[in-house]
């Protein structure tokens, strides 16, 4: 079976700071990785995803994720934060040999940049 | 990447009552997910819909309760049955666009309440 933890429900980090959003996942096999981001009233936007190859990742709004396959994690990261960034930002995986099945995701953790 | 309009966008329902979420998608797609976001809560899929049969319902949910269409390759819909103030969620469908695409495409969900 297939699962994703987020293990922090809320972050919170100063504006133009560095920010973490933590993942990590289990699969059978290997993983194709998201990230997406939910803001207040909206649905929910792709961020980024893994696939294959080399191991950071880079997405939208200068987000970037790491995949690290020995930690089974695929944290999300970004050098300067901003207040627009606060949302809910959600981990999700799919088994890379499961054909089209639906995403898993992770609870969710809230990002908070104040200014 | 495909585009999805889902509708309606809100609705406030009176308990006992039924509503029915559409998904037009401007592409054709094999597998349509269909989602449920309880307040504060990350996604829990309901069911699979594939063209041509019937779909296929995750634990804790049943055909009765959200009873889904799928009459063609770019169209969906779901109807939350007899609804009481627990079904109030935000529902959202999802597709896999394309022939060997990786990413997953959310509609803008629709944010239900009932009261």
């Known amino acids: 079976a297939q699962s994703v933890a987020q293990p922090e429900d809320q972050v919170n980090v100063a504006e133009g700071n560095p920010l973490t959003v933590k993942c990590t996942y289990s699969v059978s096999g290997n993983p194709y990785l998201f990230w997406y981001v939910q803001y207040p009233n909206r649905g929910l936007q792709f961020l980024l995803k893994?696939?294959?190859?080399?191991?950071l990742v880079k997405g939208s709004y200068g987000f970037e994720a790491e995949f690290n396959k020995s930690q089974t994690s695929f944290h999300l990261k970004k050098p300067s934060a901003l207040v627009s960034d606060s949302a809910l930002y959600f981990c999700a995986v799919r088994d890379m040999g499961s054909g089209n099945t639906p995403l898993v995701f992770g609870k969710g953790t809230r990002l908070s940049v104040i200014a | 990447s495909a585009v999805i309009s889902q509708k309606p966008s809100r609705d406030i329902c009176q308990r006992g009552t039924s509503l029915t979420i559409q998904c037009q998608v401007d592409s054709q797609v094999t597998m349509m997910f269909w989602y449920r976001q309880q307040p504060g809560q990350s996604l829990t899929l309901i069911a699979t819909a594939n063209q041509g049969s019937e779909a296929t319902y995750e634990s804790g949910f049943v055909i009765d309760k959200f009873p889904i269409s799928r009459p063609n390759l770019t169209f969906s819909t779901l109807t939350v049955s007899n609804m009481s103030p627990e079904d109030s969620s935000i529902y959202l469908c999802s597709v896999v666009p394309g022939q060997g695409a990786v990413g997953y495409t959310f509609g803008s969900g629709t944010r239900l309440t009932v009261v």
């Open positions: 893994y696939i294959t190859g080399d191991n």
